[in-house]
């Protein structure tokens, strides 16, 4: 069977969030797959360093990204998506936030798809829309779908206020309409809804618990069902536990562990 992973990562969703309002799509794929509301992310958490984090599978402390402007790795880490591409797989990337740009190398891409006016729901609309369509010409191993508009709703009225729980309802709905195109299409795929951080009043940034506890919602084929996860789970777990059910040969630089709690006995020994 052909392996697909689309990995969802819906910027400054807290958890309890999700459990405070309407999220059908993640509420099935939690029901249906293996879950925790109790992740962890890395400090500073803030976008950059935390995506960095989740898909270069290293802390803070060995990629040296500490703030959204991007620096070169003095001791370079590969990426999932450069990790995929190295191996022959195909990968997209669709998202709404330019910083993004350097969570892979030049040429790990064959397709990406940046929309750089995050100031609406509409953008992430759009992002969803841009992936169904491209999945409608062609298949992808590893798609990467970023959600923007849930963090700049948070920092424009505030987390937990009733606009940016709507921005969530969306977000959910943008995933929804992704994941119905693969099932019409037939590809079953692994799919891992996650944030990179939190939030509290208008912003992110520190180590409260608000900032630093995310979701990480896992589904599909070799996923363990209807299962919450007991062990921590820390964001940079994503990029070996993805690459693992990608069935990639792992880089010798992550330092993150498979999280083998979510996973079939057949999965884990794959």
């Given at each position: 069977m052909k392996k697909r992973v689309l990995l969802c990562s819906m910027d400054g969703v807290r958890p309890d969030a999700i459990l405070s309002t309407e999220t059908p799509t993640i509420d099935r794929l939690a029901r249906e797959g293996a879950f925790t509301w109790s992740a962890r992310t890395v400090m500073p958490s803030s976008t950059l360093p935390c995506h960095t984090?989740?898909?270069?599978g290293v802390p803070t402390e060995r990629h040296g990204i500490t703030s959204?402007?991007?620096?070169?790795?003095?001791?370079?880490?590969?990426?999932?998506?450069?990790?995929?591409?190295?191996?022959?797989?195909?990968?997209?990337?669709?998202?709404?936030?330019?910083?993004?740009r350097d969570l892979a190398d030049p040429g790990s891409l064959h397709v990406a798809v940046m929309h750089g006016e995050c100031t609406s729901e509409k953008s992430d609309a759009f992002l969803a829309e841009q992936a169904c369509a491209y999945l409608?010409?062609?298949?992808l191993d590893l798609l990467f779908l970023y959600l923007g508009w849930p963090d700049e709703c948070g920092h424009k009225h505030g987390w937990m206020t009733p606009p940016y729980l709507e921005s969530i309802t969306h977000a959910d709905a943008?995933?929804?309409?992704?994941?119905?195109?693969?099932?019409?299409?037939?590809?079953?795929?692994?799919?891992?809804?996650?944030?990179d951080h939190g939030g509290h009043d208008r912003s992110h940034g520190t180590d409260r618990?608000?900032?630093?506890?995310?979701?990480?919602?896992?589904?599909?084929?070799?996923?363990?069902?209807?299962?919450?996860i007991a062990t921590p789970v820390r964001?940079?777990?994503?990029?070996?536990?993805?690459?693992?059910?990608?069935?990639?040969?792992?880089?010798p630089q992550w330092e993150g562990r498979i999280v083998t709690d979510a996973l079939e006995p057949d999965a884990i020994s794959a």
């Open positions: 984090s989740m898909l270069r959204n402007t991007f620096t070169p790795i003095v001791r370079p880490v590969p990426s999932l998506i450069d990790a995929a591409r190295a191996q022959g797989r195909r990968t997209g990337f669709f998202y709404n936030w330019e910083q993004l409608e010409r062609d298949d943008c995933l929804g309409r992704v994941l119905e195109t693969l099932r019409r299409l037939g590809r079953e795929t692994v799919t891992l809804v996650v944030s618990p608000e900032d630093m506890t995310i979701p990480w919602v896992l589904n599909g084929p070799g996923v363990r069902a209807g299962v919450e964001i940079y777990d994503t990029c070996p536990t993805l690459a693992h059910l990608l069935g990639l040969s792992p880089a």
